[in-house]
C-alpha cells in the first residue's frame, strides 16, 4: 500500500478498515451529523469491546453539531470519550483521524494512520460528497504523525472542552435550540464568507498559544556538586515526616525560584524506580537534567511522541503520551516506587487522574507553585488533603531566597464593563478590539518607560494583543518582539538568549512563560491583561524574582481596570487573605514596596465598598464552580466533591448558604421532596454541620453509626457497639492516629484492639459532650447514645445520604493538613 495517497471518495471505507484493529482511535472533526455517527457507531462499538481507546473531540462552532449525534456518541459506549470544544463564536474547523495498531501486531514505523482533509463527521462526507482526504501511513513520516497525536490530545485535554455527558448535552441542546430559533435558515445560507472565516481566521488567541509546542529553552548546567538550598532542606524534612506518618500522597508548595524540581531529585533518591509526568517537553528536559545533576549514576530516559523509554531507573514522562491506554498499560501498575506530579494544579485534568488511577506507586508527590483553589479545579482531593509543605513567595522574599519587589499599580483606562463576560472570560474579540487603542498603547508604553528597568516580560490577553504592542513599542524605537506559537523570526531559546544579554529590551507573550521556563536575570514584569485567574497571576509574578547576579529587585507594572477580580487581586500580596478583598495596601516585606495610582486606589475602594455586589459576586463565583464540576462529572457533585473540586471555601459556603444542601436549594438542583426533608429535618442538619470538632470523634462516632445503613443508622447505639468501627477508622491511617490519639492510646491501641479501653474512650468523649451540646437532640443515658429523629419512611433514603456527605466532608476537612 502506498505510505502516503489522495482519498477522494468513500473515506467511510478507509476508516472502517482502519478501525478494525486499531488499538487508538482519535477523531477531530468541527462538527458531527447523526447521519455520520450512526454510520460509524457499530464499529466504534466493536473496537471499545476490545479494548481500544476512543477519544472524539468535536466543536459547537455556529451550532453545527447536532445533538442527536452526541447524544448517540454518548450512549454507544461509556468507554467512548467524547468532548466538546467550546469556541465562543471564535472559528474551530479542523478534520483529522488517528489510528494506532498495536505495538505487538506491527513494527514501529508501520503502525499507525493520519488522515487530514476536508471530510466532517456526516454521511455525505463520508460516502457520496465531493471530498478530499491526505492518507499518511505513520512509516512516511512518524514525526508528523506524533506531532499530530501529540496535538489533539492537547487539544482534547484543553480547558475549552467539556466532557459529553447528560448534563452538557442537555444545555448544548438548549443553546442549539435557541441558536437555530434565531437562525431559522441558518444551515441552507451557509455562506461562502462564513467558511472562509472559519477555514481562514484572522485572530489567534490564547487558545492557540497553550496547545502548540515550543522549542525547549536553555537550561543552566551547574558547575559544582548539588545539595539542598533555600526551601528545600525544610521540605525534605516534612516529606520524610510525612513518609513516616503513614501518608503515601502529599503535595508541596514552593514559589517559583525555589527549586521544586531539584526537590523532587533529591527526595527520590531513596526510591528505586521513578516516574516524572510533566506537560510542557521543555519541563521534562529540565527535569531529566536536574535528576542527573543530583544522581549521575542513575538511568534516565524520555517517554514522549518521539521516545519510549521505559526501562530506566527514572522515565520522564509526556501527560499526553503516557495517558493514552496503550503507552499506559505497557507498563505495569506497581512498576514505579515514586510518581512525581509537576506543575501539580493540572493533576484535577481526565488525563492526570487516568494515570493517577491506573498506577500504584509507593508514594505520590505533586510540586506546584499554586495550587488552582481559587479559580479552578481543586488539587488538594488527590493527595488527601495532605500539604507537607507550603512556602509562598511573600515568605520566601522575606527570607532572601527571592528577589524583593517594587510593585505599581497603574490606572487602565479600558473600560471592561463595556466588554461581554462570556461566562469563561472576556470576549476575545471585543476586548482585542479595546486593547488595540492607539490611547491605551500609549499608556502601557508610558508606564514601562517611566518605571521599568534593563529586561522586561510582559504578559498578553492573546496573540493578537502581544503582535500590536510589540509592533508599537518597535515604532517607538525600543527592541521588542512577541513570542508564541506563530513567530517565525526567531525561537523561544533565541529570544530568551537576546533578552538576557540584553540585545532584546522587552518580550511580550501570551502563556508561553507561565510554567516550565526561567529567565533568571527578568527584572521588570509588565501586565497588559486582565487577571482572571489569581494562580496564573502568581505564577507569572514567580518569573521575575529569581535570584540573578547584578539584580537588585523586580519592577511588577500592572495595569488595573475595572476588570473581574481587579478587587481582590492585592490579595495575592497578603497571605492571609489570599482571594479576599484587601482593605487597603497589603503589608509586604521590609524590602518591597507597593505603589497605586489614585485612580486605582478609588476603583479598589469602589469596588469593595459594593458589598451586596460582592455577595453578588461570591454567589455567582460558587455557581459558576458548581455548573463545573456537575458538567465534569455528569451528575449533581457530593458535598465533598464540590469542595474539593471547586475551589470554594466551606465557610463562604456556610456564611451566605449555611450549607451545601441549602446552596443546592438556592440553586435550584433540589426537587419538592428533597426541599421537604432540607426544611422538615433543619434541627438536624444545623447540628451535623455546626457541632464543634476539637477532635474528629463525634464524626468519627457518627461514622460508625452510618456503616449501619439507611434504616438503622439513627437507632441508639452503645459504645461498645460502635467500638469496632471506631477504632478501624482511627488506626487504618497513620495520619489519623498520630493527629487524634495521646501517646498513651498510641502505644495501647496498636498493641491490639481492647474494646473495653475503646468504648470507654467513645462514652468519655464524643458520646457525653455531644449530647450535652446539642440542645437536647441527642442523649446518652444508661450508656445508650440516642439521636432524636423522627424520620418518615419515603425520607430515610435521602436523610441518610446527606447526612453521609455531611460526615465525610467534615472528616476530610478535619484531617487535611
Known amino acids: 500500500m502506498t505510505s502516503v495517497r489522495l482519498v477522494t471518495q468513500r473515506l467511510y471505507d478507509e476508516l472502517l478498515a482502519a478501525m478494525e484493529s486499531a488499538a487508538s482511535i482519535y477523531i477531530l472533526t468541527s462538527f458531527v451529523m447523526k447521519s455520520g455517527v450512526e454510520m460509524l457507531v457499530p464499529a466504534l462499538t466493536k473496537a471499545a469491546e476490545r479494548g481500544a481507546d476512543i477519544k472524539i473531540l468535536t466543536g459547537d462552532y455556529l451550532y453545527v453539531t447536532q445533538p442527536d449525534a452526541l447524544r448517540l456518541l454518548h450512549e454507544a459506549d461509556e468507554r467512548i470519550e467524547v468532548r466538546l470544544w467550546r469556541s465562543d463564536g471564535v472559528s474551530f474547523h479542523p478534520k483529522a483521524f488517528l489510528f494506532q495498531q498495536p505495538v505487538s501486531q506491527s513494527t514501529e514505523n508501520e503502525s499507525g494512520l493520519f488522515i487530514v482533509g476536508s471530510s466532517n463527521l456526516s454521511r455525505s462526507a463520508l460516502t457520496t460528497g465531493v471530498e478530499w482526504s491526505l492518507a499518511m501511513e505513520k512509516r512516511a513520516a512518524p514525526d508528523t504523525f506524533y506531532d499530530g497525536v501529540d496535538r489533539f490530545l492537547r487539544l482534547f485535554q484543553h480547558e475549552k472542552t467539556a466532557p459529553v455527558n447528560p448534563v452538557t448535552w442537555e444545555q448544548y441542546r438548549s443553546a442549539y435550540d435557541d441558536y437555530h430559533r434565531q437562525h431559522p435558515q441558518f444551515v441552507r445560507t451557509w455562506t461562502q464568507t462564513e467558511e472562509i472565516s472559519m477555514t481562514l481566521p484572522d485572530v489567534y488567541t490564547a487558545a492557540d498559544e497553550s496547545v502548540r509546542v515550543s522549542d525547549p529553552s536553555v537550561d543552566y548546567v551547574p558547575q559544582h556538586e548539588i545539595t539542598p538550598r533555600f526551601a528545600q532542606p525544610e521540605a525534605l524534612a516534612a516529606l520524610d515526616e510525612t513518609l513516616a506518618n503513614g501518608y503515601n500522597r502529599a503535595m508541596v508548595v514552593m514559589a517559583t525560584g525555589l527549586g521544586k524540581t531539584y526537590l523532587a531529585a533529591f527526595f527520590a533518591r531513596t526510591f528505586r524506580r521513578v516516574l516524572f509526568v510533566a506537560h510542557r517537553e521543555e519541563i521534562l528536559h529540565q527535569a531529566m537534567k536536574s535528576f542527573q545533576h543530583v544522581s549521575p549514576d542513575r538511568s534516565v530516559g524520555l517517554y514522549n511522541g518521539r521516545e519510549k523509554v521505559s526501562t530506566t531507573s527514572c522515565v520522564f514522562a509526556s501527560i499526553h503520551t503516557l495517558s493514552a491506554r496503550q503507552h499506559l498499560e505497557s507498563f505495569t501498575p506497581d512498576a514505579f516506587d515514586l510518581i512525581v506530579i509537576d506543575e501539580f494544579h493540572h493533576a484535577a485534568a481526565a488525563t492526570y487522574q487516568r494515570v493517577l488511577t491506573y498506577f500504584t506507586p509507593l508514594f505520590l508527590l505533586g510540586i506546584t507553585a499554586t495550587p488552582d483553589r481559587l479559580d479552578g479545579k481543586d488539587v488538594f482531593a488527590i493527595c488527601n488533603g495532605n500539604v507537607a509543605y507550603e512556602m509562598d513567595f511573600i515568605e520566601a522574599v522575606r527570607r532572601s531566597w527571592l528577589a524583593p519587589f517594587q510593585y505599581y499599580g497603574v490606572y487602565d483606562d479600558i473600560d471592561y464593563s463595556r466588554i461581554r463576560w462570556t461566562g469563561m472570560g472576556y470576549d476575545e474579540d471585543e476586548l482585542l478590539q479595546a486593547q488595540r487603542n492607539g490611547e491605551s498603547a500609549d499608556t502601557v508604553f508610558t508606564a514601562w518607560k517611566q518605571r521599568k528597568q534593563t529586561r522586561t516580560l510582559a504578559f498578553c490577553s492573546s496573540i493578537g494583543q502581544a503582535d500590536y504592542l510589540a509592533d508599537y513599542f518597535r515604532r517607538q524605537g525600543v527592541t521588542a518582539i512577541s513570542l508564541h506559537s506563530r513567530t517565525v523570526e526567531m525561537t523561544r531559546s533565541e529570544a530568551i538568549q537576546r533578552l538576557t544579554n540584553g540585545t532584546l529590551a522587552i518580550i511580550f507573550t501570551v502563556d508561553l512563560f507561565n510554567e516550565g521556563v526561567d529567565i533568571p536575570a527578568v527584572d521588570t514584569l509588565l501586565f497588559v491583561r486582565p487577571t482572571e485567574s489569581l494562580a496564573i497571576f502568581v505564577q507569572q509574578i514567580g518569573r521575575g524574582l529569581r535570584l540573578f547576579d547584578g539584580k537588585s529587585h523586580c519592577v511588577i507594572i500592572d495595569l488595573i481596570g475595572n476588570y473581574r477580580n481587579a478587587d481582590i487581586k492585592m490579595s495575592v500580596f497578603s497571605t492571609e487573605n489570599r482571594g479576599r478583598e ?236
Not at 736 to 750: A, P, T, V
Request: glycine share 6%.
Open 582 to 817: 484587601v482593605g487597603g495596601i497589603p503589608a509586604v516585606p521590609a524590602s518591597c514596596t507597593i505603589h497605586l495610582d489614585t485612580k486605582v486606589i478609588d476603583l479598589i475602594k469602589e469596588m469593595a465598598g459594593k458589598k451586596q455586589t460582592h455577595k453578588a459576586r461570591m454567589q455567582e463565583r460558587m455557581k459558576d464552580a458548581y455548573v463545573r464540576v456537575k458538567e465534569e462529572l455528569g451528575r449533581r457533585p457530593t458535598y465533598l466533591e464540590y469542595y474539593l473540586h471547586s475551589g470554594i471555601q466551606p465557610h463562604d459556603l456556610k456564611r451566605l448558604f449555611n450549607g451545601y444542601f441549602p446552596f443546592l436549594n438556592w440553586l435550584g438542583e433540589l426537587n419538592a421532596h428533597e426541599q421537604a426533608v432540607l426544611h422538615r429535618y433543619q434541627a438536624w442538619w444545623s447540628q451535623v454541620n455546626e457541632t464543634s470538632m476539637t477532635r474528629s470523634y463525634k464524626m468519627v462516632l457518627l461514622h460508625a453509626m452510618l456503616l449501619r445503613g439507611e434504616i438503622a443508622w439513627y437507632e441508639p447505639i452503645t459504645s461498645i457497639e460502635a467500638a469496632p468501627a471506631f477504632y478501624r477508622y482511627l488506626m487504618e491511617k497513620e495520619y489519623r492516629k498520630q493527629k487524634d490519639l495521646s501517646d498513651k492510646d498510641k502505644k495501647n491501641w496498636s498493641e491490639m484492639f481492647d474494646e473495653k479501653e475503646v468504648s470507654r474512650k467513645i462514652a468519655g468523649m464524643p458520646m457525653t459532650k455531644w449530647a450535652g451540646s446539642s440542645n437536647g437532640l441527642i442523649s446518652f443515658n444508661d450508656g445508650v447514645f440516642t439521636v432524636h429523629l423522627s424520620v418518615l419512611r419515603e425520607d430515610q433514603k435521602c436523610i441518610f445520604e446527606w447526612t453521609k456527605q455531611i460526615c465525610e466532608f467534615r472528616l476530610h476537612t478535619y484531617f487535611a493538613r
